[in-house]
């Protein structure tokens, strides 16, 4: 049988838009909207603060849903999956790093990465067992048993780049990830993301206003208007 995940771009979009509700007529956020993300690539996409960059990405990660048009992630046509089988695809296929780490402050940084782990049907001992593993590959070995309010937010944002991989996904979904650090914090966490792309040939599709960051992509996209189109500089 041949791997799914060799063949093709890992993710497609096509024709999406995406129009709210509001007082004076309906709000049309994107419009006709195409992408697809080549395996194992980096795409960045930039874009004046209001132009529908996060709710691109949403779409893309089947955390919201388009007006009209279709996301296919790994070969499955996401927008006809109820909300069960929407909700296993995405925490199977899917990796989300987000501006604010969003980890849950009752539990520890292995427990938090482990989590999706376990939702996903792995065993408690082996969930750990692969958080511990990435936290020591992020440099977090010495702090996997501190709870959130214990770690800087550098550190913070690396344990939410390890909940984003530990079920191996097959592409790693960026909200500007580093929009909430220091200069030196953003630059240990683009350094994780680009070795991650080059020895795990992690698919990355960015979200930034950051354009040194954006320009270490392969390819980057402007969003302005609600369309996608290649970014000129």
């Known amino acids: 049988m041949t791997d799914e995940r060799a063949q093709g771009p ?4 096509r024709d999406i838009t995406k129009v709210y509700p509001s007082p004076v007529g309906g709000l049309e956020v994107l419009s006709g909207v195409d992408l697809e993300l080549p395996r194992g690539d980096v795409t960045a996409v930039v874009g004046a603060s209001g132009t529908g ?3 691109l990405l949403h779409i893309l990660g089947g955390l919201d849903r388009p007006t009209s048009g279709h996301v296919e992630l790994a070969g499955h046509p996401i927008g006809r999956m109820g909300d069960e089988m929407l909700s296993r695809l995405r925490n199977r296929r899917v990796g989300f790093v987000f501006q604010f780490h969003h980890l849950l402050p009752e539990f520890s940084a292995a427990e938090n990465v482990a989590l999706p782990a376990m939702m996903a049907g792995l065993v408690s001992d082996q969930a750990m ?3 511990l593993e990435l936290l020591e590959r992020l440099g977090l070995s010495e702090r996997s048993d501190h709870r959130p309010a214990k770690l800087s937010g550098g550190e913070q944002q690396r344990v939410a780049v390890a909940r984003a991989l530990v079920n191996r996904p097959d592409v790693v979904l960026a909200d500007e990830p ?3 650090l220091d200069q030196a914090s953003s630059d240990q966490l683009h350094e994780v993301l680009w070795e991650l792309n080059r020895t795990e040939e992690q ?3 960015l979200v930034t206003h950051d354009i040194q960051l954006a320009e270490r992509a392969r390819r980057v996209f402007e969003l302005s208007r609600g369309r996608l189109r290649p970014w000129e500089g």
């Not at 890992?10 to 979009?13: D, E, G, P, S, T």
Request: net charge positive; proline share 0%; hydrophobic share 40%.
């Open 178 to 180: 580093s929009g909430n």
């Open 10 to 13: 890992i993710l497609k979009a």
């Open 203 to 205: 698919t990355l599709l």
């Open 53 to 55: 960059k996060s709710t």
């Open 129 to 131: 067992q692969r958080a």
